[in-house]
């Protein structure tokens, strides 16, 4: 059984940046390809970034390529999302995900274990 801890969401003028960051607990942490997904109010949960097991690979929604970057640490057992140039479309609760396979998948049913999500709010 993993734990996700997501922590660093907050509120920020468009054109700021915010870091979140994913603490995992309580499993093999190099066996789970991670990702980040993001839910809007009314919206589905939707795939934002994602990194592969060995940190080599990593896959991005089209909406946040150029200004999101995923960055995982196996000795810390962390992965991080660097957010710049936010804009008022990046307002959602975002959430931490772990998939225990090799491959980087943007669908939320192929992830075993959530965090419980931070709030990221960007303001006009």
């Known amino acids: 059984q993993v734990q996700l801890v997501e922590s660093g969401g907050g509120l920020v003028q468009a054109g700021g940046s915010l870091r979140l960051s994913c603490a995992a607990s309580?499993?093999?942490?190099?066996?789970?390809?991670m990702a980040w997904f993001r839910q809007a109010p009314g919206k589905e949960r939707e795939f934002v970034a994602g990194?592969?097991?060995?940190?080599?690979?990593?896959r991005y929604a089209d909406s946040v390529k150029g200004r999101f970057t995923i960055y995982r640490d196996n000795v810390k057992n962390t992965v991080d999302l660097q957010m710049n140039s936010l804009k008022p479309e990046d307002t959602a609760v975002y959430y931490c995900?772990?998939?225990?396979?090799?491959?980087?998948?943007?669908?939320?049913?192929?992830?075993?274990?959530w965090g419980q999500g931070t709030q990221v709010t960007v303001s006009s």
């Open positions: 309580g499993g093999t942490f190099i066996a789970y390809a």
């Open positions: 995900a772990a998939d225990r396979t090799q491959w980087i998948v943007v669908g939320r049913a192929a992830y075993d274990y």
């Open positions: 990194v592969s097991r060995a940190g080599d690979r990593t």
